[in-house]
């Protein structure tokens, strides 16, 4: 799978590259111990840095960064960010704008009192033919002010301008900087497939595998790690 990024060539050296979502794991998830204090157990447990699918997921795909400081106060974003001439005639200049409330009616993750931001994306993104990006809130990523709304494009088709990316803000109380780099959104390349789904019950062969593995997953700390998951491309964060 090659994903190809293109932006403005007065931008190229300006902005800052879409990367690994590895390569941008939060801090706090570096600093998080191994292990804690658990008063229900009254000894310490694993907390979820020695989770691989919690570090797998947020470590999967790529994000696209913030490309400049936001400054928020009081409710108001800003931004000083001089940008040169572009070389396209209708470009976006602004990194953030607006959907107007009205647009989100009905829905119940937007009960009219947070703004609905919109992150302008200045890389176009292409996929290779008979994929789609899905876009969602970085994974686990609850630290942010701002919540994205999931969305699907297909981007082996629609490549030519940047994806918007809509969001609610909801730290109404934030104040201070969102600073140039911080993951806004994370991606997915997905193929456009319809999976067809088979149901049925164990055979006695997968009712004793079923029963085997329980049995070490329960007595043995770490079997699917070791046991189970493919290492290739992944995070390194235990």
């Keep these: 799978m090659k994903i ?3 932006c403005d060539p007065a931008l190229v050296d300006l902005l800052p590259r879409p990367l690994p979502a590895r390569a941008a794991l939060p801090q706090w998830l570096h600093d998080m111990p191994s292990k804690a204090w658990s008063e229900v157990h009254g000894l310490p447990v694993r907390t979820v840095k020695q989770c691989p699918p ?24 800003s931004w000083d960010w001089d940008l040169p001439a572009l070389a396209v ?14 647009q989100a009616t009905g829905a119940p993750f937007h009960p009219g009192s ?28 609850f630290d942010l002010p701002f919540r994205l709304l999931s969305g699907m494009v297909d981007a082996d088709r629609f490549n030519d301008i940047g994806i918007f990316f ?21 991606c997915l390349a997905v193929p456009r497939v319809v999976p067809e789904l088979v149901c049925e ?6 009712a004793r595998r ?3 593995l329980s049995r070490d997953v329960l007595s043995t700390p770490g079997i699917y790690r070791k046991r189970f998951r493919d290492k290739r491309g992944r995070s390194g964060v235990e």
């Design 4 to 6: 190809r990024f293109r």
């Design 210 to 212: 079923y029963m085997a």
């Design 89 to 102: 005639d209708g470009h976006t200049r602004s990194p953030i704008s607006f959907h107007v409330a009205a």
């Design 166 to 186: 809509p969001a609610l803000w909801t730290d109404p109380g934030f104040s201070g900087v969102l600073p140039k780099g911080t993951p806004i959104a994370q």
């Design 114 to 141: 947070s703004h609905v931001v919109k992150f302008n994306c200045f890389w176009t993104i292409e996929l290779e033919a008979g994929w789609s990006l899905f876009a969602m809130h970085p994974v686990n990523r």
């Design 54 to 77: 919690f570090i797998d997921a947020m470590s999967y795909g790529f994000v696209i960064p913030l490309p400049c400081d936001i400054h928020v106060h009081e409710g108001v974003l």
């Design 201 to 206: 019950g164990f055979s006695e062969e997968r």
